[in-house]
């Protein structure tokens, strides 16, 4: 019986700590890139100011840091949040927004069913 | 009934609806699950139409504030439990306030963000100092209607119209896995409480008493709720809309307080996101003032204070320490550098469990014969009161465990 709680409990505690636990850290991480994506998209277009689009950029990449600090050790989603902080405020839209598909791909892969 | 105070308290109501929580919310709503919330929006405000009516009624016949019911019909004990509550609620929500302006701000000019809010406080403070209560509401009520470019924006996105239609059904989308249908729960429950925050009818039927309405202005008081909050719902309907029509395709779930105001800029270029971020800012300014007022006058109405704009401010010198001290503290919150959003979902939260002993006294007056005489609730508005109670009950019983399994919505 001991063993059978026990079984659970490692099971829950695997389940709550590893994959699912970073879904949430993981969706924040990819809005706030695709947010981002969209602001240097419009920005390049010349349709936002200056102010905003520095000030849009700058709460982005905050948001990726702070998420990416929050995912657990070996999260598939951590090599995604480095390469996106890797690139500078104003990244062309494209390679931040493959970004934002490779997150998507991984909370389609933890997302139960 | 004077046409231009009926229409200036239209347009009040309007410019005034949308704040904080329910930008955040629809436009989150609105990118996750599509059009499938709109009813909750709608639901919701006939709700606050109802309440708002009663309570401007209530205060134009038996001439008590809220908070005199509260105390009075609840007893001392429960009394002071709500405006605790309520309090804490009202002080959250004025930091997200006033968060939100600062950011808004900072997005406009570049600068500094804790600088924008000290510089948003003291506009603030000098605003209710200066103006007479009429024009504290209507002047950030009315520049509020720079919010109108969502709705503009929306016609312009050429979004689903049908679809949209669709959204004022009652619905659950089919398919969802099981922690997503908590989520949607989850946002159902917020957008509730943030249509019906409890400072709007504090801040309400206390202005009514600050106006000295009387049984003449029931028109007036009933047009302003039905077409005032109505259209103002438009707006925040408009919101959810074009987030998702234009958020939803590019995996943007607004998770920055700035990004709603790109709904504007997507279809209108430069001009629609100024003029988005104009409202916005005008329209979360106006509910910082109602939030922290309505603090004050909840403090000064269950304490017996001598309280109301209508009065200078040193003749009622607790009250006008009492919102200055709330603003100090909003402000001193919004200086700790927490997360503005992290506090709107607080907000909404609290809100939401103070809201059924917000309503229950102001249903029991209202309908109360002696008190409001030929005034008092017909079989319609008492109907609608209790239906809406039961609906206030069922979300502030399901906030706080909705709130626990989506980590605030985050999934």
């Keep these: 019986m001991k063993a059978a709680i026990l079984l659970v409990l490692t ?25 981002w994506a969209l602001v240097n998209r419009e920005a390049a277009r010349g349709r936002l100011t200056a102010p905003y689009a520095a000030g849009m950029r700058k709460a982005a990449r905050e948001e990726i840091a702070a998420q990416a600090r929050a995912l657990s050790a070996g999260s598939p989603a951590a090599p995604v949040a480095s390469a996106l902080l890797a690139l500078p405020d104003d990244a062309a839209p494209d390679p931040i927004a493959r970004q934002v598909t490779r997150l998507k791909q991984i909370e389609a892969a933890l997302e139960p069913a | 009934m004077n046409l231009l105070e009926l229409t200036l308290g239209i347009m009040t109501a309007v410019g005034g609806f949308v704040d904080i929580s329910e930008l955040v919310f629809a436009a989150q709503a609105g990118s996750s699950y599509g059009y499938a919330l709109i009813w909750v929006f709608a639901l919701s405000t006939i709700g606050i139409m109802v309440l708002g009516e009663m309570s401007g009624r209530v205060a134009a016949v038996a001439k008590q504030p809220v908070f005199n019911l509260i105390r009075h019909r609840l007893g001392l004990k429960l009394g002071l439990v709500t405006l605790i509550a309520s309090l804490i609620s009202n002080l959250i929500t004025c930091a997200a306030e006033i968060g939100g302006t600062a950011i808004i701000l900072h997005l406009l000019t ?41 709705a503009v924006a929306l016609i312009k996105a050429d979004p689903p119209w049908a679809r949209i239609a669709a959204g004022f059904v009652p619905q659950i989308p089919s398919g969802l896995p099981s922690g997503e249908l908590i989520r949607f729960a989850y946002f159902g429950v917020a957008i509730i409480s943030a249509v019906m925050f409890p400072y709007e009818v504090y801040f309400y039927s206390s202005g009514g008493i600050e106006e000295e309405w009387g049984p003449k202005d029931l028109s007036i008081n009933r047009l302003t709720c039905i077409v005032g909050f109505g259209l103002g719902s438009l707006l925040a309907i408009s919101i959810l809309s074009s987030s998702a029509a234009l958020f939803a395709p590019l995996h943007v779930d607004p998770q920055l307080p700035g990004s709603a105001v790109l709904e504007a800029e997507l279809p209108m270029g430069r001009v629609g996101l100024l003029l988005a971020l104009l409202g916005v800012l005008f329209a979360v300014a106006g509910a910082a003032i109602e939030t922290c007022l309505a603090n ?57 469990l103070v809201l059924p002993l917000t309503y229950l006294p102001l249903l029991l007056l209202a309908s109360d014969r002696h008190f409001m005489r030929e005034h008092r609730n017909g079989a319609l508005a008492n109907g609608l009161g209790w239906l809406y109670f039961a609906v206030i009950v069922a979300a502030a019983v399901a906030a706080v465990p909705l709130f626990l399994l989506t980590s605030g919505g985050q999934g």
């Design chain 1, 11 to 35: 099971c829950l505690g695997a389940c709550s700590s590893g994959g699912q636990a970073d879904l949430p850290a993981i969706k924040e991480m990819r809005s706030a890139a695709a947010e």
């Design chain 2, 110 to 150: 570049g600068a500094p963000m804790m600088l924008m809010a000290v510089a948003m406080m003291v506009v603030l403070i000098g605003t209710i100092w200066i103006l007479p209560f009429k024009w504290i509401e209507r002047a950030y009520g009315l520049l509020g209607l720079f919010m109108i470019v969502f």
């Design chain 2, 296 to 352: 004050a006058y909840s403090v000064a109405q269950f304490f017996g204070w001598e309280w109301g704009r209508h009065k200078k401010p040193w003749k009622t010198p607790r009250f006008t320490l009492t919102w200055i001290a709330l603003f100090l503290l909003a402000l001193a919150i919004v200086l700790t550098g927490i997360d503005v959003m992290k506090l709107v979902e607080f907000a909404v939260l609290f809100s939401v």
